[in-house]
């Protein structure tokens, strides 16, 4: 995920270099003074989760090493605060937009309205529906929820009551919610008897403790 995190940093050099946002072409030997320091602003899920802290961490480093200017705001799985990060990354006038999507569906205006400003817009690990993004930069969650159920249906001997944590908001969870169900249908041992909606780690926090 570092990886991809500092692939979609150049990406964004790339293509901001390729709007002229960077200013024209620096000659060999001499300074440039149209050159400008390219700027990022970056929207992310949460900071309660060790993944979106590692995404933060290596925005940050990577950000660094690009000597790239960005700007992070941390939603805290909060839309109407993801939108108004948005919103505000756009009157500034920023170079590309970087965003964990807190609902897949809720974000679609948002991202619309960088588009209508000509800013680049990427998307890492969730996907924004109904809205064309420039890049998308994920893992194959529903495959990453094949292997779960596998790894569950194997850890239960192929019998067992199963419950589910889901965030519907999110289309990662969702593909992943689908891959696991896949797989487990094939289980015939395997029920699943219930599913909760694990949005928040206040909500976790009421769930009974699974042994």
């Known amino acids: 995920m570092r990886r991809l995190l500092a692939l979609v940093l150049i990406s964004m050099l790339l293509v901001g270099s390729l709007a002229g946002c960077g200013g024209a072409p620096k000659e060999e030997g001499k300074d440039n003074p149209e050159e400008k320091t390219i700027k990022i602003g970056a929207s992310i899920l949460t900071q309660s989760h060790p993944f979106y802290v590692s995404i933060k961490n290596a925005l940050e480093e990577e ?7 960005i700007d992070i705001a941390v939603a805290d799985q909060d839309l109407n605060r993801q939108i108004s990060a948005i919103e505000d990354f756009i009157n500034k006038g920023v170079d590309a ?115």
Do not use: W
């Open 63 to 69: 950000a660094k090493n690009q000597n790239v200017q």
């Open 97 to 211: 937009i970087i965003i964990t999507p807190v609902d897949s569906d809720g974000v679609k205006g948002a991202i619309m309205k960088a588009k209508e400003a000509n800013i680049p817009v990427v998307t890492v690990d969730i996907k924004a529906n109904g809205v064309e993004v420039d890049s998308h930069i994920a893992t194959d969650n529903f495959s990453g929820g094949m292997i779960a159920a596998e790894a569950m249906a194997q850890y239960l001997e192929g019998k067992g009551e199963v419950g589910l944590i889901t965030y519907p908001e999110v289309q990662s969870v969702r593909d992943r919610i689908d891959g696991f169900k896949k797989t487990a249908a094939t289980h015939e041992g395997l029920n699943i008897v219930t599913e909760l909606p694990g949005r928040t780690r206040k909500r976790l926090k009421l769930l009974p403790k699974i042994c």
